[in-house]
């Protein structure tokens, strides 16, 4: 049986070989062999911690955070202009499920907000300037999707 301390790790890893940015049943299955837990067990810590899902998302998650700071610094019309550049109408995911845009709590760069993680990398100072280096890395996100075929095992 593995050590539990390297229970999150092993989800992020499996989260990130699901494609879909998420925990699917398979992975909760084999995690519970792995570790000694039971699925409800692993459903509560799954669901504790926001950066893991149990339903899937877009190949690229990309996480506005929410909290009072940026959101008085203009969270929210960053949330608005990547809504309308994905085609996305608040949260949610696209229509070819490329990206999923959400909410998040505070992502410890509080002093550059407002702040936005694409796949995990923080891009601080996102206001109406900000944004565009979002927007490029979405672009070179989109394209390496393509480039790969869409990656992940397409579930
Ligand atoms: S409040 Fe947004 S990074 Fe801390």
Known sequence: MERRDKLLSWLHEAQERSGRNYLDPKDLAAAGKRFGLTGAELRGVASYYSMYSLKPRGRHLIRVCDSPVCRMLGSAGVLEALGGALGIDGEGTDAEGRFTLETCQCLGHCASAP????????????????????????????????????????D
Do not use: F, M, W, Y
């Open 115 to 154: 702040v936005v993680a694409v796949d995990g990398t923080v891009h601080a100072d996102s206001g109406p300037d900000g944004i565009r280096s979002v927007l490029a890395s979405l672009r070179e996100a989109d394209e390496s999707s393509s480039t790969l075929g869409g990656g992940g095992r397409g």
